[in-house]
Antibody, heavy 121, light 108 residues
Framework: EVQLVESGGGLVQPGGSLRLSCAASGFTFSNYAISWVRQAPEKGLDWISAISGSGGSTYYADSVKGRFTISRDNSKNMLYLQMNSLRAEDTAVYYC??????????????WGQGTLVTVSS | EIVLTQSPGTLSLSPGERATLSCRASQSVSSSHLAWYQQKPGQAPRLLIYGASSRATGIPDRFSGSGSGTDFTLTISRLEPEDFAVYYCQQYGSSPYTFGQGTKLEIK
């Protein structure tokens, strides 16, 4: 069974940093691209970043480019999102979601349950 | 960036009725790389349709997708009580892989 479990969320002050993790199981992790998608309270879905199965290709939304870094450790079946220079508008539930292929030009077929990040003083 | 606009914002229907949801793109979506997701309160989204018209694994055949280029449609042929939720379209043909703002399907 495919499982994606996010962790690392919490309360952080504006300008601060946080690293989210996503633990994957039930599939050959290195064969699949993974994305991070966020959802602000009572708002819609917002795709923010993707990484290919090998980790060699990464993609970002303009809203997080230069502040967030996506990475993966295929030996540990782990995905990460390093978030720096956090702003109030980054407050959201952050989901990791799997693509069905190694490349990210594909839909999101499995999702984790999300971790809440709150940016506030 | 491709902007996706969904309509209507809210759709009020009764169980047994047919639902038609629209997703319009600001520019052509390459290779019909368009997906639809369903999200219920407190839950993660679930993939329903990919490639504009292919149903994901385990999705009932009352859900169907159509369209190409800039105009896409999700149709639910006969609404079941569990279908009332928020629906999002997403394009994954070019980065950033944008979502529409969602259509809330509510019980009339």
């Amino acid at each position: 069974e495919v499982q994606l479990v996010e962790s690392g969320g919490g309360l952080v002050q504006p300008g601060g940093s946080l690293r989210l993790s996503c633990a994957a199981s039930g599939f050959t992790f290195s064969n699949y691209a993974i994305s991070w998608v966020r959802q602000a309270p009572e708002k819609g879905l917002d795709w923010i970043s993707a990484i290919s199965g090998s980790g060699g290709s990464t993609y970002y939304a303009d809203s997080v480019k230069g502040r967030f870094t996506i990475s993966r450790d295929n030996s540990k079946n782990m995905l990460y999102l390093q978030m720096n220079s956090l702003r109030a508008e980054d407050t959201a539930v952050y989901y990791c979601a799997k693509h069905p292929y190694s490349g990210s030009f594909s839909p999101l077929d499995y999702w984790g349950q999300g971790t809440l990040v709150t940016v506030s003083s | 960036e491709i902007v996706l606009t969904q309509s209507p914002g809210t759709l009020s229907l009764s169980p047994g009725e047919r639902a038609t949801l629209s997703c319009r793109a600001s520019q052509s979506v390459s290779s019909s790389h368009l997906a639809w997701y369903q999200q219920k309160p407190g839950q993660a989204p679930r993939l329903l349709i990919y490639g504009a018209s292919s149903r994901a694994t385990g999705i009932p055949d009352r859900f169907s997708g159509s369209g190409s280029g800039t105009d896409f449609t999700l149709t639910i042929s006969r609404l079941e009580p569990e279908d009332f939720a928020v629906y999002y379209c997403q394009q994954y043909g070019s980065s950033p892989y944008t979502f529409g703002q969602g259509t809330k399907l509510e019980i009339k």
